[in-house]
């Protein structure tokens, strides 16, 4: 049986979001039930999601466009969030968009209580954090929050240096990740020492490239992001990470990735807050390790799969 899924990203930036929201649609072991978007200018990035939504064949999935700022009001974030790739490749329709807390509500209210919704956060915590806060209630039709964020271990840059324990989406909104970790229900969490090794070869691109429309859009905004990346991180080797695809498919590809239990706090403020793992913290399903040739090819063969 499929997993019941509802996707809350900020799509628009790195070009991981869009593979992840690709490859949830495509994968048929996911039954993707909406889409939210965060951060920014979260209209713009939901006619993204809209438009990639075309290209798969699933203009039905509803979407929402969600929180601009995270929970305190204040922009916190450490990339440029104010850029949407917005490439007209993409076929983006100039359209209003419903609010992320309506379509939340109404994936929720639709689910059968004997088969909840997995929640797949692949951006700042604020759309989720604030709906729970005001609809509890349907907290019982939750079976897990998958997010993407935090460092749980070091890890090193491709020259050698220490990378940075400090994640963007923790950071962006730590207010909202406090509120996640006081729900109810079980959370896993893919942190950035995991999917920082899991990358896309020359060789994938050119595949993805090469898979009809939908793979040549793909390949237009991983381009774009590389540009990006290449000028806004000059010290960063610029590659197409596997962010979060890795947290969308290792909930359906177990064998993709390792996971094991966790106890996790949130410390710091914001733009300098990060998961540390405490005996006192939060209990998590924490994932360690990646088979990053298996999910790369992964992603290739259902990306390949919409021509």
Do not use: Y
Request: negative net charge.
């Amino acid at each position: 049986m499929s997993l019941p899924l509802i996707l809350d990203t900020d799509i628009g930036l790195d070009v991981d979001d869009a593979i992840a929201l690709c490859f949830a649609t495509l994968e048929p072991r996911i039954e993707l039930r909406a889409v939210t978007t965060v951060n920014g200018d979260t209209q713009k990035r939901a006619s993204v999601a809209r438009a990639l939504l075309r290209l798969c064949g699933r203009e039905d999935v509803p979407v929402g466009a969600g929180a601009s700022l995270p929970l305190d009001g204040r922009a916190h974030a450490l990339m440029p969030v104010g850029h949407v790739d917005a490439d007209p490749m993409q076929g983006l329709v100039d359209e209003a968009h419903g609010s992320a807390h309506d379509v939340l509500a109404a994936a929720l209210e639709a689910a059968s209580p004997d088969r909840p919704v997995t929640i797949c956060t692949i951006g700042a915590a604020s759309n989720v954090a604030a709906f729970f806060a005001s609809r509890p209630d349907l907290l019982a039709r939750v079976a897990r929050i998958q997010m993407m964020g935090g460092c749980l271990r070091p890890w090193r840059q491709a020259d050698g240096s220490e990378g940075s324990p400090f994640e963007f989406n923790v950071g962006g909104d730590p207010l909202a990740v406090s509120v996640l970790f006081a729900l109810p229900v079980p959370i896993g969490v893919v942190p950035l020492d995991v999917t920082i090794g899991a990358c896309l070869s020359d060789d994938d691109r050119a595949a993805i490239r090469g898979a009809g429309r939908l793979g040549h859009v793909l390949a237009v905004l991983m381009d774009n992001f590389l540009a990006l990346l290449a000028g806004f991180m000059p010290g960063v080797e610029p590659k197409v990470r596997l962010h979060d695809p890795l947290t969308a498919a290792a909930l359906v590809h177990p064998e993709l990735a390792g996971f094991e239990a966790a106890r996790v706090s949130v410390v710091g403020g914001p733009g300098q807050c990060r998961l540390v793992e405490s005996p006192h913290g939060r209990p998590i399903d924490a994932c360690r390790s990646v088979d990053d040739k298996a999910l790369a090819a992964l992603m290739v063969r259902t990306l390949a799969t919409r021509r």
